[in-house]
């Protein structure tokens, strides 16, 4: 699995990744968490507000972090 | 705890997913039981909103007995008066537009405005940049967001310069320290610099300089992630506009804080009139110099407002003042450099020129109006 944290140096950015990276250890779940800081490849996501989360190529949430749970609950479907 | 959440339910603009009748807060269960809390709630905010001032001023005497001109009595005064005016101020207005901005994103403007008429299209982009959630670090992937739908440049610039201009806190402040003609006449302008600005950009055909890389992309359509549902709830709309409170009241607090504390150090400080001669209606030098000034310079608007109505109070011309404010929010070095990387810099030094001459026009206009 493939999570990508889109942003460049916004707080909620770096809250995102840090968050993502969390969940994905505590739960021992497969995923390889990158940071996307090209605008190019954000803007080819369709992502006008960052953080924007993307999961295997799908985007899950943008312009804000999302709860724990919720994430969670993607990163486990 | 069972997480069970719906994709579908779950947009960019809702803090909460699909809330639970038992989940929401009680204020929140009927309509009726909220129309009266909030009914509740702006009675006392306007008593205590009202009663400041002559409790600024009985802590003061207290503390110090008669001010009589002191300087550090009369510092302290305007801090313990301002302070909790401006953040009860700050608190309202935010959360009202949040609420209107639960209605608008990105993706949803982007939509309205693509393919519109180019002479048609500035007047709304401008008063989007208002209600649009926008945070000038995300400048550029809206830029090509906007740029690659087909919304026309000079559109996408009355966009992108009136976003951060006409900025609702600022227009909060203005109206609780110096009225509503002062906040009108700024909203009035700034939109006025957007659309002029927009029409500038599309009457000199700027398209070839965008960085070329920008109309080679295909941007995506993100919609059920990026697009706040439409059929949100009123409970996840004022959910929405408090976590604006949240979110900005909690970051730009200190900044609010630190304002007024410059503010109140002028205010005690620097004697009357003392700016009068140096930013005063007659020195018509000192608009072009503040804007000059300004437009590197960066701060948020709550923390410039009541560093203005300092200078104000000793002498600087509100025109002077507010052209000094709108070229510090408005334009910014950090914002340039980010669309140095979709923007070639001809079209980088006409949007700083065509907005910072419309500042400068604004403060004259305010100089010579009041």
Known sequence: MKVEILGVGCAKCNQLYDLTQKVVKNNNIPAEVVKVEDMAVIAKYGVFLTPGLVIDGQVKAAGKVPKEAELLAWLTR | ?370
């Open chain 2, 1 to 370: 705890m069972e997480p069970q959440l719906d994709v579908h339910t779950i947009s960019a603009e809702t803090e909460a997913p699909e809330p639970q009748a038992d989940a929401l807060p009680v204020i929140l269960r009927s309509p009726t039981l909220f129309v009266a809390g909030t009914a509740l709630f702006l009675v006392g905010w306007y008593l205590l909103y009202t009663h400041l001032e002559a409790g600024a001023a009985l802590i003061t005497a207290g503390l110090f007995g008669p001010i009589n001109g002191r300087p550090f009595p009369s510092a302290v005064e305007f801090f313990i008066y301002e302070a909790p005016k401006v953040m009860m101020l700050l608190t309202l207005v935010v959360f009202g537009v949040g609420m209107v901005r639960s209605f608008f994103s990105p993706e949803r403007t982007r939509r309205l405005l693509a393919g519109r008429n180019e002479y048609l299209g500035h007047v709304p982009a401008a008063l989007l940049g208002i209600v649009t959630p926008f945070c000038s670090c995300s400048a550029v992937p809206l830029f090509i967001g906007f740029v690659t739908a087909g919304v026309p440049l000079g559109v996408t610039f009355a966009f992108l310069i009136s976003a951060p201009m006409v900025n609702e806190i600022a227009l909060a402040l203005l109206f609780g320290l110096f009225g509503w003609k002062v906040a009108a006449w700024y909203l009035g302008t700034g939109l006025f610099i957007a659309v002029l600005s927009g029409i500038v950009i599309s009457r000199l055909h700027m398209e070839r300089h965008v960085e070329d890389w920008v109309y080679g992309i295909t941007a995506g359509a993100c919609d059920q992630a990026c697009t706040p549902d439409s059929s949100m709830t009123w409970q996840e709309r004022v959910l929405y506009g408090w976590s604006a409170v949240k979110d900005i009241v909690l970051k730009v607090w200190p900044y609010v804080l630190l304002g007024i504390a410059v503010g109140a150090g002028i205010h005690g400080y620097v004697p009357e009139n003392l700016l009068a001669g140096l930013m005063g209606k007659d020195a018509w030098w000192s608009v072009p110099l503040a804007v000059l000034l300004g437009v590197p310079m960066y701060s948020n608007a709550a923390g410039i407002i009541p560093i203005v109505e300092a200078l104000l109070s000793k002498g600087a011309a509100l025109g002077t003042s507010l052209a000094f404010m709108m070229a510090v929010i408005g334009l910014s070095l950090p914002e340039v450099i980010i669309l140095r990387k979709v923007l070639k810099p001809p079209l980088i030094a006409v949007f700083i020129g065509v907005v910072a001459v419309g500042i400068i026009f604004v403060g004259f206009f305010f100089n010579a109006l009041l």
